[in-house]
């Protein structure tokens, strides 16, 4: 499920509005991260190693779900 929060591109606030801010009527965005930035794409490549390395203590679930970004996330 997507995120339902917003936040002000002019004062900062969160809010569940979906186009104006209610403190300053400002224009609100999703405030998640770019989904590939530079620092997620080593960040990603350290979790992985760490991860094939058995250094993450991490449930099956989790894993399996790191390993299919990893391998299904560079295509688009
Ligand atoms: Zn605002």
Do not use: N, W
Not at 11 to 28: I, N, Q, W
Not at 34 to 60: T, V
């Amino acid at each position: 499920m997507r995120s339902l929060l917003r936040r002000c591109v002019k004062c900062g606030a969160y809010t569940l509005s979906r186009d104006r801010c209610p403190r300053c009527g400002g224009e609100v965005r999703v405030p998640h991260p770019p989904k590939f930035s530079p620092e997620d794409r080593y960040q990603k490549y350290r979790i992985l190693q760490k991860l094939l390395s058995g250094r993450l203590p991490l449930g099956e679930e989790a894993r399996k779900k790191i390993l299919r970004e990893f391998y299904g996330g560079e295509s688009s």
